[in-house]
């Protein structure tokens, strides 16, 4: 194994850099578009793909207020359409449980302490805390000055190197390589690689500034799962290089952070 990779599990407040903590979120009254946003209405972000989200197309550029539009979008699900989430309430368990679609509705409910119950909501909870959260990082990100990426995109090594490191160890000895790696560039923005009965799928969204160091890190989204199986293991990361040719870090940010964070 070579050593462009490097791979931590953190929470978004560690990826504070220069005076920037965990991403936060404002609600305001009556308005999608905190007052914060307006002295960066400039700013546009980009996103290279679709997030999947929501339907149509959310690739192209973006203001600050248009992302945080999104907060106020009903979810959906490609392979299912629009999700509904049931949530409990945290101290009467006489009243019914409310149902909600947006990620607005979601991070008022779990600031306020409501949850999910059953095993069908709870799944659904997590796609909830991984749709929100992107939208919270996309709201604390900026266009990077600095790209220590080739195009602000991966090159086919590196997803290899990436796919023996995050895919390949999911049988019952994580220590026999698979063997090597079969690399299908799906798109611009997506890749496959498959191994040893195993796939991963990796879709880049948008090199940004996400933690305020003023270098591109790469948002994407990783699936990864057994040939055989219907279930994957689906991941939000970012990927952080802070020199032309260091390793490729693998951040796995804590997104219930950015579905919690204090109301002002």
């Not at 449980?97 to 947006?102: G, H, N, Q």
């Not at 220590?148 to 995109?153: D, I, K, M, Q, Y």
Request: hydrophobic share 45%.
């Amino acid at each position: 194994m070579n050593n462009l990779i490097r791979t931590a599990t953190a929470g978004v407040a560690a990826l504070g850099v220069a005076g920037v903590g965990y991403v936060g979120f404002t609600i305001s009254d009556g308005d999608d578009a905190p007052v914060a946003l307006a002295e960066n209405e400039a700013v546009e972000i980009c996103l290279d793909a679709d997030i999947a989200f929501f339907p149509g197309d959310q690739s192209g550029c973006f203001s600050k207020s248009e992302i945080a539009a999104w907060r106020s979008r009903e979810l959906s699900d490609p392979g299912r359409g629009k999700l509904k989430l049931a949530m409990t309430h945290p101290t009467d368990g006489s009243m019914a449980p409310k149902e909600l679609s947006t990620c607005r509705d979601f991070i008022e409910m779990r600031y306020d302490g409501w949850y999910a119950m059953t095993s069908r909501d709870m799944r659904r909870e997590a796609f909830f805390v991984r749709a929100c959260g992107v939208i919270e990082l996309l709201m604390q990100a900026k266009p990077a000055e600095i790209d220590h990426f080739a195009a602000n995109s991966l090159t086919e090594n590196e997803i290899a190197t990436i796919g023996a490191e995050k895919l390949l160890r999911l049988g019952d000895d994580p220590a026999v390589s698979p063997g090597d790696p079969e690399i299908e560039r799906l798109s611009t923005t997506s890749w496959r690689v498959a191994a040893g009965g195993q796939t991963l799928l990796i879709e880049e969204i948008a090199a940004l500034d996400f933690d305020a160091d003023t270098k591109a890190e790469i948002l994407a989204f990783f699936a990864a799962g057994p040939d055989q199986a219907s279930a994957s293991v689906t991941e939000i990361v970012l990927l952080e290089r802070d020199e032309p040719e260091a390793a490729i870090e693998v951040t796995v940010p804590d997104l219930s952070k950015t579905a919690i964070s204090p109301k002002s």
